[in-house]
């Protein structure tokens, strides 16, 4: 039952508290950490302006348009919402939104300033408490925080209509993975056709599947390379996050520049053999009702 103060479960009685817009779903902490939440504060203040977010975003929003054709008749459910500025960006450019859900409250309290939708504080290490019906979910690079994915793919699909899709981005080539990855909670960068794999073995059907940020490939080889090179300390490895993490004049552009250029190629429909990052459209075997697509 909703009231005011929250809801409360008519079978069971436990009562949950929503806070300044935030439903408090959680209840404690499963496993590993998956995210370090002081890097909230740093994301909310670049993304807008950096590179690779606003390349990511876009890249985003044109392979919705590609590959759901109803796009307009569908809403958004974020999982892993982070800072919040790629839903927003979404919603501006007319993708309607259900609503979004995170393990930290530092990240919802960021998306409350960004959206006008529900928002869900869940717990970290367990799967979100989300019913059957969705039409469209996202996952934008959370998978490789999760310890097991396969069993989070099967989940995701569950919670879908017939018909309805998953729109997930993940970090590529397992070759690349080093301290800076650890430093990020991942578990693990992805090879196409191991997320292929994953994606069908949980009963998905592939939309669209390719990789993007190709001119970073090089970039993150030669810093991964003097990375390794370098003494293996968690200070190190948070210096050059830091460093990752920087809106450098002149750079900046210029990879924005490069990116726009991938970013067309993507929309003609090229390949890409290689890119730091993988973007996959999947959809659970069925029809939605008055979908076009």
Known sequence: MLGESGVSCPRCGEAYALE?????????RQGAPGFDPHYFGTLDEVEPRHFWFAARRHVILDALRRAIPDLDRRALFDIGCGSGGLIAFLVE????????????????????????????????????????GHTLLGLFDVLEHIDDDVETLRFLGSVLHPGGALV?????????????????????????????????GAGFEIRALFHFMAPLVPLLMLGRTLGRALPRT???AAERRAVELS????????????????????????????????????????FLPGSRG
Do not use: Q
């Open 20 to 28: 300044r817009g935030v439903l408090r779903l959680a209840r404690g």
């Open 93 to 132: 450019n007319g993708v309607p939104l259900a609503g979004a859900c995170d393990a930290y409250l530092e990240s919802l309290e960021l998306v409350r300033k960004k959206v006008d939708a529900p928002l869900l504080l869940v717990d970290e290490g367990r799967l979100p408490p989300l019913g059957p």
């Open 168 to 200: 997930m981005t993940v970090p590529a080539h397992p070759f690349l993975f080093d301290e800076m990855d650890r430093l990020a909670h991942h578990r693990r960068r992805y090879r196409l056709a191991e997320l292929r794999e994953k994606l069908e």
């Open 234 to 236: 968690r200070a190190k």
């Open 247 to 286: 809106v450098i004049p002149g750079f900046n552009g210029a990879m924005r520049a490069i990116l726009t250029v991938e970013r067309r190629a993507l929309a003609r429909g090229w390949a890409l053999p290689f890119g730091t990052s993988l973007l996959a459209v999947a959809a659970r075997p069925g």
